[in-house]
Structure formats: structure tokens, C-alpha cells
């Protein structure tokens, strides 16, 4: 259980165009889900929390109108970055919260999207 | 000041031998403590997930969490080759889903 998956694995793009990543939980509801983005031998650095029918809150540094966040159903989140630039390929990876009340509110991972911007 | 810090690495040790991955925090509310594994180009994998102070096992896994310390870490017994990927600590605390993850420790266990 617990499975969340992203869509694409990888995508290059031509700097100037928008790309639309996909995160999907499978298996559960998540009213919460979390972008990130992952340098090479860098840690994860949290861009945006998205919460169910409501807008996203972006950390300090992002700007909000270049990585547009919507979060629409209890199963999906996309992000777009708009506008790309090389400066913007990364690996974007986001996880999902479980909403059932627990006593954990462990974050599950999806397999990340390589985005390359030329 | 971070407030979590992990040495990167990398980690270099013989198949069999035991493994010991650390993290340091310096935020006291910090009550919920996870170790991920990510192999390279994959996401994050939970591992192990603490609450509190205390040792918890699953298999060839411990943590271990000393919150009088703000050290947190996770002990892998009879390591394998393919054990070898980067360990991320990541905490939380009360009244907030938003993790705070350590740099990530690069492992590699030699056949």
C-alpha cells in the first residue's frame, strides 16, 4: 500500500515552453501532497505544500507563478513550470500524506521527474 | 546553523559489516524522526519512522533516537551491495507535515 507515482519519469523541453508534472496517490487519499526538487548529491528542498481544494503555500525563494501547483482531487497534484529555463532542470519528486488519522503522518514518496530544459 | 545536519559521505565499508548513519538537530520540538533511502535517479524510500526518544528494529534495521542529545541514528547489520544508495534523516514536529531532511549520507557496501 501507500504508493504514489509521478508522470512523466523524465522529460527534456526546449527553454521558453511549460511542462506539466503529475503526482498521483494509488492506493489512499491525500489531502496533503508536497513538491520538491533535488539537485544532483543534494537533499530534497521543499518548494510547495498543496492541500485538496485550496491553494498551494510556497516556501520562501519560490515563486509561485512559475511552478503553478493544483491540487484538484484527494489522489492528484500537478505541477507546471512555466516558462522553462535551463536553471529550472532538475528532479522533482512529490510526496503524499496519508489523511487517515494515526498516530504517523509519514510522507510517501514518488518516483521523481527528471526535467531537462534546453 | 542547519537545523538538521548529516555528513554526506561518502561511506565506504566491506558487505557484512555494520553500518552507522547519524543525524544531528538543533530544533527541541522535533518529536518524529524518519530514515529514507534513495537509490540514484529513484525517490525517496521510508525506511523507518520513530516517534520520540527510543530504539525501534524492523530486520537488518535499528534507530535509535536521543532527544536529550538531538541525535538521531539508524544501524544497518550484515550490509549488502545492494544497501548501497543515500540514507536521508527527516524530522518533524508537532502541528506540521513540513519535513526537514539532512543532506543525505552516500553509502556503499563493497562485495
Known amino acids: 500500500g501507500a504508493v504514489v507515482s509521478q508522470h512523466p519519469s523524465w522529460v527534456i523541453c526546449k527553454s521558453g515552453t511549460s511542462v506539466k508534472i503529475e503526482c498521483r496517490s494509488l492506493?489512499?487519499?491525500?489531502?496533503?501532497m508536497f513538491w520538491y526538487r533535488q539537485f544532483p548529491k543534494q537533499s530534497l528542498m521543499l518548494m510547495a505544500t498543496?492541500?485538496?481544494?485550496?491553494?498551494?503555500?510556497?516556501e520562501q525563494g519560490v515563486e509561485k507563478d512559475k511552478f503553478l501547483i493544483n491540487h484538484a482531487s484527494l489522489t492528484l497534484s500537478t505541477l507546471t513550470v512555466t516558462s522553462a529555463h535551463p536553471e529550472d532542470s532538475s528532479f522533482y519528486i512529490c510526496?503524499?500524506?496519508?489523511?487517515?488519522?494515526?498516530?504517523?503522518?509519514?510522507?510517501?514518496f514518488g518516483p521523481g521527474t527528471r526535467l531537462t530544459v534546453t | 546553523q542547519k537545523e538538521v545536519e548529516q555528513d554526506p559521505g561518502p561511506l565506504s565499508v566491506p558487505e557484512g559489516a555494520i553500518v552507522s548513519l547519524n543525524c544531528t538537530y538543533s530544533?527541541?520540538?522535533?518529536?518524529?524522526f524518519m530514515w529514507y533511502r534513495q537509490y540514484s535517479r529513484k525517490g525517496p524510500e521510508l525506511l523507518m519512522y520513530?516517534?520520540?526518544?527510543g530504539n525501534k528494529e524492523d530486520g537488518r534495521f535499528t534507530a535509535q533516537v536521543d532527544k536529550s542529545s538531538k541525535y538521531i541514528s539508524l544501524f544497518i547489520r550484515d550490509s549488502q551491495p545492494s544497501d548501497s544508495a543515500t540514507y536521508l534523516c527527516a524530522m518533524t514536529g508537532p502541528g506540521t507535515y513540513k519535513y526537514i531532511f539532512g543532506t543525505g549520507t552516500r553509502l556503499k557496501v563493497l562485495a
Open positions: 530544533n527541541s520540538a522535533f518529536q518524529y
Open positions: 498543496s492541500n485538496e481544494g485550496s491553494k498551494a503555500t510556497y
Open positions: 492506493d489512499f487519499q491525500a489531502t496533503t
Open positions: 510526496s503524499a500524506r496519508d489523511g487517515r488519522p494515526r498516530g504517523a503522518d509519514e510522507q510517501y
Open positions: 520513530t516517534y520520540s526518544s
